[in-house]
């Protein structure tokens, strides 16, 4: 049972646009959701999260959003750079204790042509 | 800050052989600590929870006496997998978290560089 889902495997935009990335989750009961960047061979980094009380959180180039009522968040880079070429995990997880299992998705491979 | 290490970053062992792989919080003490294991162009596939002094949590499916975990300190767990076959060969990446993020935030886990696992 996937309950985070990233439905595009890949993704390949030329610098200096916009790159978006989208995930999807099924489980309701998910309060707090993350993304990580990946390259290959190294452990993933944390990119930026946000709560479910919130639908826009911004940190310089990366903005994500969300929508509860669709269960549906998406990752925003502007401009993508090549250094943004990397694998992208949008996780999720629930509960108020520290130390909460993070569900993740499947990744896309983002692509940023110079 | 929020460093995770592992050690070693690759291993190479022969089938029916144990590895142990460790994972260290290297500038903040970890109150609980996840392994992972990738397949090639898969997620990540949570395996065990670890708390300092207490049992592992496994996940369904995976073999408690196969995967042993030990969580000695705050600062550092092991994963020994045990009997090794060729099917065990992976990318294992270890996590951390405060609980509290540093950047303020809630359970951001901080993620080791992996090792990556050879049974020949």
């Known amino acids: 049972d996937q309950q985070v889902k990233q439905n595009s495997p890949s993704l390949s935009v030329q610098e200096g646009r916009i790159s978006i990335l989208n995930c999807d989750y099924t489980n309701s009961m998910f309060d707090y959701f993350l993304w990580y960047k990946k390259y290959p061979a190294e452990g993933p980094t944390f990119l930026i999260s946000?709560?479910?009380?919130?639908d826009k959180n911004e940190d310089g180039r990366f903005t994500v959003f969300l929508n509860k009522s669709a269960k549906h968040l998406s990752l925003h880079i502007v401009p993508s750079q090549p250094g943004d070429s990397a694998v992208y995990f949008c996780?999720?997880?629930?509960?108020?204790?520290?130390?909460?299992?993070?569900?993740f998705g499947e990744g896309t491979q983002l692509t940023v042509n110079p | 800050g929020a460093v995770v290490s592992q050690h070693p970053s690759r291993v190479i062992c022969k089938s029916g052989t144990s590895v142990k792989i460790e994972c260290r919080s290297l500038?903040?003490?970890?109150?609980?600590m996840f392994w992972y294991r990738q397949f090639p162009k898969k997620s990540l596939m949570l395996m065990a929870t670890s708390n300092e002094g207490s049992k592992a949590t496994y996940e369904q499916g995976v073999e408690k006496d196969k995967f042993l975990i030990n969580h000695a300190s705050l600062t550092l767990s092991t994963l020994t997998v045990t009997s090794a076959h060729p099917e065990d060969s992976s990318f294992y990446i270890c996590s951390a978290t405060v609980g509290k993020g540093l950047a303020g935030g809630r359970y951001e886990q901080y993620f080791g560089p992996g090792t990556r696992l050879t049974v020949t």
């Open positions: 996780a999720a997880t629930r509960g108020e204790t520290s130390g909460s299992r993070l569900t």
């Open positions: 500038d903040f003490q970890a109150t609980t």
């Open positions: 946000i709560s479910s009380i919130k």
